[in-house]
Structure formats: C-alpha cells, structure tokens
C-alpha cells in the first residue's frame, strides 16, 4: 500500500499552531485571572483551573521542543526526522490545548466566537494535516531503525557528560536493576562510592564548598541517563542531597554550609528527606511534627517528637533533612516550621531501630511498595530524639523558616523528577524498539505493522516533549530558581504523565510478556506510576502551584 501524500510538516508550520493556541491560552488565562480574583479563588474553580493549568503546560512544550527544533537548524545539526517530529508533536500538543478549552467555555465565559477567534476551523484543519498518523509512523520507522536511541545534539560538554553517565549506567546500573527489583534490595554500596568518585553528588555545589556547580542541565542529563538504566536503584539518588544542598545555600549559617556541603558534595553523607506525615502530604503546613528546645548532658538543641511516612532512603541514610514545627500554635501554618539536619547511623535493612545514649529513639519500617524498590520508603517514629542546636538549618535565624528552605529544595527535587520521567520513556522507548523488531507474528515483524509503527512514533514523539520542557526549565533555573519554579512545576507535570504514558504503551507493545518480570518493561511500568506522586502530586502542581503562578499573573 502507497503511503499517505500528506507531507511532513515544516517547523513553521508547527509554529503558526503554537501561536493559535498561544493566543487561546492568553485569552483563557485572562478570563481565568478575573472569575479566580487573582488566583484567590482558585478551589472554588478547580476543575477549571486544572484545565488552564494543563493546556499552559501543553502549550509550554511544544513551544519549547520547536524552539529546540529551530536552534539545531540554525546551527546546521538538525535533520528532517526531528523537525517532523517537533512540528507534528507541536501541532498534536496544540490541538489538545484547544480541546481543553473547548470543553471550559462556558466556565470561561467564553463563546464559541472567542474560541474561534483563537483558533480557528483552518487552524484544527491544519493540526489534522501536521499530525496525521502518516507522519508518525514515518518518525516510528525511523525510532526503530535507531532501536529508539537518544541522539539528540546537545553542546559538547553537555555531550560528554551525557555519554559519561550512559556509560557508567550501561556498565554498572542496569545489569543490576532487576535483582534489586525483584528482591526488593537495597542500592549496592559500590553504586554510591563509584557515583561519588564520578562526582554526581557534587554537581550543584559550589566548587568553594567541595562541589563542582556544572548547571542544571548536567544534574538533569545525569538523572535521566541514571533513570533510564534504573529508577529506584541510581535516577532518585542525587535528588536528595540536592534538595538539602538549596535549603543549605539559601538558608544555611556559612559554618554550616562549611560543614554540611563538602560531605554531601563527596557523598560521605547521605540524605533522606522528611516532610510527609501519616496523615499529612501536600497540606505541609499543618505538619504535627514537633521539636523544642532541650538540653541534653549539657548540650543545647531540641527533642523531636513524632511519626513520619514516606522517607525515602530513610534506612541508609547519615542524616534526614527533618521539617518539624518548632512554635507550637497550629494557626501559625507554615511560619511555624523549622528544618533540621538530624544525624542518624545507617542501616541496610527494611527496618531499623537508634537509641541515643540519653533516650532518645527513632525507628523507622519500609513501607512495601509495587514499585520504586531499592531505596525503600520508611514510615519513622521519633520520640525525644536529640538534634544539636547547631543542627537547626540557618540556626537561630532559621527558626520558623524551614517551609520556605524545603520549599526551595522541592523545586529543584520538581525538575530533578521532570529528568526522571524523561529517563523511564527513553528506557521503556528502547526496549519497546529491540521487542518489535524480534518478534514475529503472522509471518512477519511486528515491527513492520502501521499500527506498530505508529504508537513508536507517538512514543518517541511524547518523549521529545517532555525532553525539550524539561530541558528548558533546567536553563530557567541557572538564570532565576525563584522564577523558574513553576517552569519547573511544568516540566515535572508533563514528563512524568508521559513516563506513564509510554511505559504502559511500551507494555502493550509487548503483549503478554510485557506482564511478565523477565522483561523490563514491566519494572518500567511500576516504577513510572510513582512519577505522578512524589515530589508534588499532580492535582496540588495543577493547582498551588502551576495555576496560582498562571492566574497570579
């Protein structure tokens, strides 16, 4: 059969897309502002404002994967396969956009006049041409000749350091990913010494604190390339120390970050971060958690007491970034929160038990999870543990700021998880490619159907998304963190809803062996569901923090 005589759409064609749905978005975000009164309002219009917050993503992405698109050209290293694929993804992305806010109109107080002001009936014609499927199969043919390889260009010390991590991710990571998997096994020592002689632990701490301050896009690159090989055994790692190292670099006393940074940087110490409670997750303000001040054998410092969940890395562990309330008025909210550095031995196991010498405990129990293994998340109890004053993150000028430091830390540990998803849709991309071509039914290679093609196509086409927003945001952050913050909110939204997406595509593609623990496409599918989760659950990105920046204006 010929193929379709649709032509492959040009990037200025998936740019004249993005401008309509630019222009929709402006439109919607705008009606949105008033009828929320600056984002005051906000749920009281959640579903609403769940819609603007996605569609603005949306748009977001395939603005920025066109502008990726746009600058290879210009540099003479781009090729017609990704400016297909950048176009096409543009103008499906855009396309979605207008659904969105079609289906809000009303809400909006918006006409279908407006809507087509925006966007109109030769603009969705022209989506239906720039993303017809003919097209996609061609850049699934192209996925699968590549056996689904990033090769994207990238600058050469951003290349090198990218090639460095595969490499060491190929070699030392992935052979071990499903045993760690499957027996629900702790990461390996030699994981944590080698990434440290490599220096991952260091790279967003500065080179006066032992540190080597390589940018943004080198920690995403690295977590994505650890993430690709395994998840839970190497692509959460670096996240941790990172999410102290900000709260230290925005917040810390220089003794502090004398004393903390080096042996973070060397990976002498690491870190579990601990915020959630049992009955506490995104309403961080309302944490019971207490500590107050105590001197023990003659020590100043506080005692901790209280239950938290969720602690990942908890066990193995030499210290947890601890956020505690330290003034006990609950209406105080937030500006009642301190964070601590609380030294702890570490443990290999699924459950621990410390006791410090003047009675204080902490014990801690790996929650068991279908996915995300090798970590273990730790549901902890402290009761009049001992943190030493100096422990309390900026000291006394610290107190009652902990919220805001880990809040800053979060935002980093948001764009850190948008590089995570790009990982796992790049890992469940390959394996995906190497499955269809091997197999054979009805006489042929599955990777010969349309139908087959096709959904390669999307997949590589939603990872190129999420690549380019997730990218863009980790060079928003070296120029503003503050700023970039919802950018990154964006990035860790889309890239993780699209690990989900094509982790479970990648599975059907398998058929029934994609059910089955001997393939990785299965570990894939379990460990992408937790993207959505941690470090920000969906609903709350959508709403305090994408839309309220959205409609704030």
Same mark, same amino acid.
């Given at each position: 059969?010929?193929?379709?005589?649709?032509?492959?759409?040009?990037?200025?064609?998936?740019?004249?897309?993005?401008?309509?749905?630019?222009?929709?978005?402006?439109?919607?975000?705008?009606?949105?502002?008033?009828?929320?009164?600056?984002?005051?309002?906000?749920?009281?219009?959640?579903?609403?404002?769940?819609?603007?917050?996605?569609?603005?993503?949306?748009?977001?992405?395939? !603005?920025?994967?066109?502008?990726?698109?746009?600058?290879?050209?210009?540099?003479?290293?781009?090729?017609?396969?990704?400016?297909?694929?950048?176009?096409?993804?543009?103008?499906?992305?855009?396309?979605?956009?207008?659904?969105?806010?079609?289906?809000?109109?009303?809400?909006?107080?918006?006409?279908?006049?407006?809507?087509?002001?925006? %966007?109109?009936?030769?603009?969705?014609?022209?989506?239906?041409?720039?993303?017809?499927? +003919?097209?996609?199969?061609?850049?699934? !043919?192209?996925?699968?000749?590549?056996?689904?390889?990033?090769?994207?260009?990238?600058?050469?010390?951003?290349?090198?350091?990218?090639?460095?991590?595969? #490499?060491?991710?190929?070699?030392?990571?992935?052979?071990?990913?499903?045993?760690?998997?499957?027996?629900?096994?702790?990461?390996?020592?030699?994981?944590?010494?080698?990434?440290?002689?490599?220096?991952?632990?260091?790279?967003?701490?500065?080179?006066?604190?032992?540190?080597? #301050?390589?940018?943004?896009?080198?920690?995403?690159?690295?977590?994505?390339?650890?993430?690709?090989?395994?998840?839970?055994?190497?692509?959460?790692?670096?996240?941790?120390?990172?999410?102290?190292?900000?709260?230290?670099?925005?917040?810390?006393?220089?003794?502090?970050?004398?004393?903390?940074?080096?042996?973070?940087?060397?990976?002498?110490?690491?870190?579990?971060?601990?915020?959630?409670?049992?009955?506490?997750? +995104?309403?961080?303000? +309302?944490?019971?958690?207490?500590?107050?001040?105590?001197?023990?054998?003659?020590?100043?410092?506080?005692?901790? &007491?209280? =239950?938290?969940?969720?602690?990942?890395?908890?066990?193995?562990?030499?210290?947890?970034?601890?956020?505690?309330?330290?003034? =006990?008025?609950?209406?105080?909210?937030?500006?009642?929160?301190?964070?601590?550095?609380?030294?702890?031995?570490?443990?290999?196991?699924?459950? %621990?038990?410390?006791?410090?010498?003047?009675?204080?405990?902490?014990?801690?129990?790996?929650?068991?999870?279908?996915?995300?293994?090798?970590?273990?998340?730790?549901?902890? &109890?402290?009761?009049?543990?001992?943190?030493?004053?100096?422990?309390?993150?900026?000291?006394?000028?610290?107190? &009652?700021?902990?919220?805001?430091?880990?809040?800053?830390?979060?935002?980093?540990?948001?764009?850190?998880?948008?590089?995570?998803?790009?990982?796992?849709?790049?890992?469940?991309?390959?394996?995906?490619?190497?499955?269809? $071509?091997?197999? &054979?039914?009805?006489?042929?290679?599955?990777?010969?159907?349309?139908?087959?093609?096709?959904?390669?196509?999307?997949?590589?086409?939603?990872?190129?998304?999420?690549?380019?927003?997730?990218?863009?945001?980790?060079?928003?952050?070296?120029?503003?963190?503050?700023?970039?913050?919802?950018?990154?909110?964006?990035?860790?939204?889309?890239?993780?809803?699209?690990?989900?997406?094509?982790?479970?595509?990648?599975?059907?593609?398998?058929?029934?062996?994609?059910?089955?623990?001997?393939?990785?496409? +299965?570990?894939?599918?379990?460990?992408?569901?937790?993207?959505?989760?941690?470090?920000?659950?969906?609903?709350?990105?959508?709403?305090? $923090?994408?839309?309220?920046?959205?409609?704030?204006?």
């Amino acid at each position: 059969m010929s193929e379709s005589p649709i032509p492959h759409p040009t990037l200025a064609d998936g740019a004249s897309l993005v401008d309509a749905a630019e222009r929709l978005v402006g439109r919607a975000l705008e009606q949105g502002r008033e009828i929320t009164n600056g984002g005051r309002t906000i749920d009281d219009h959640q579903v609403l404002v769940e819609r603007l917050a996605y569609a603005a993503t949306e748009v977001r992405a395939a !603005r920025e994967l066109l502008s990726y698109a746009e600058l290879l050209s210009s540099q003479g290293r781009g090729d017609a396969i990704f400016e297909a694929t950048a176009a096409a993804e543009a103008a499906s992305l855009a396309g979605s956009v207008r659904d969105r806010i079609a289906w809000s109109l009303e809400d909006l107080l918006l006409t279908e006049d407006d809507l087509e002001a925006a %966007f109109s009936a030769a603009d969705r014609k022209r989506v239906r041409r720039a993303a017809h499927e +003919s097209i996609y199969r061609a850049i699934g !043919r192209h996925t699968i000749e590549q056996r689904g390889q990033n090769h994207l260009p990238l600058d050469e010390t951003h290349e090198q350091i990218r090639e460095s991590v595969r #490499e060491f991710a190929d070699a030392e990571v992935y052979p071990e990913a499903e045993r760690i998997h499957r027996n629900d096994d702790l990461v390996p020592e030699a994981f944590l010494e080698k990434m440290a002689e490599l220096g991952y632990f260091g790279m967003a701490i500065p080179e006066e604190y032992g540190g080597f #301050e390589m940018g943004n896009l080198a920690m995403i690159l690295t977590t994505e390339e650890l993430s690709r090989a395994s998840l839970a055994a190497a692509g959460s790692l670096i996240t941790r120390p990172e999410i102290l190292t900000k709260a230290l670099l925005q917040g810390g006393t220089e003794e502090q970050k004398q004393e903390w940074l080096p042996k973070l940087a060397s990976g002498e110490v690491m870190v579990g971060v601990s915020v959630t409670e049992p009955d506490i997750g +995104s309403d961080v303000g +309302s944490l019971k958690c207490r500590a107050e001040r105590a001197t023990v054998d003659g020590v100043e410092g506080w005692v901790i &007491n209280g =239950p938290k969940s969720w602690c990942t890395f908890a066990g193995r562990a030499n210290v947890l970034a601890l956020l505690a309330r330290t003034d =006990p008025d609950p209406s105080k909210g937030p500006k009642g929160l301190s964070l601590f550095i609380v030294p702890k031995d570490s443990f290999d196991g699924h459950d %621990f038990e410390m006791k410090q010498p003047g009675g204080g405990r902490m014990a801690g129990k790996a929650d068991a999870t279908p996915g995300y293994r090798g970590m273990h998340s730790f549901t902890l &109890n402290l009761e009049n543990y001992f943190v030493p004053a100096e422990n309390l993150v900026g000291m006394d000028g610290g107190e &009652n700021r902990g919220f805001y430091l880990q809040m800053a830390g979060f935002a980093a540990g948001r764009l850190q998880t948008g590089g995570r998803g790009c990982g796992l849709s790049q890992a469940a991309l390959e394996k995906t490619c190497e499955y269809v $071509v091997d197999r &054979n039914q009805f006489d042929r290679s599955i990777a010969d159907f349309q139908l087959t093609q096709y959904t390669l196509g999307r997949m590589a086409a939603r990872t190129a998304a999420g690549r380019a927003l997730t990218y863009a945001a980790a060079h928003a952050f070296d120029e503003d963190e503050r700023a970039a913050a919802p950018l990154a909110a964006q990035a860790k939204l889309l890239a993780c809803d699209i690990a989900v997406e094509v982790t479970q595509q990648g599975q059907l593609m398998h058929g029934g062996w994609g059910y089955a623990e001997e393939y990785p496409i +299965s570990r894939y599918v379990v460990d992408a569901t937790v993207l959505p989760i941690f470090e920000g659950v969906k609903p709350i990105l959508e709403l305090k $923090v994408i839309g309220r920046a959205l409609l704030a204006g």
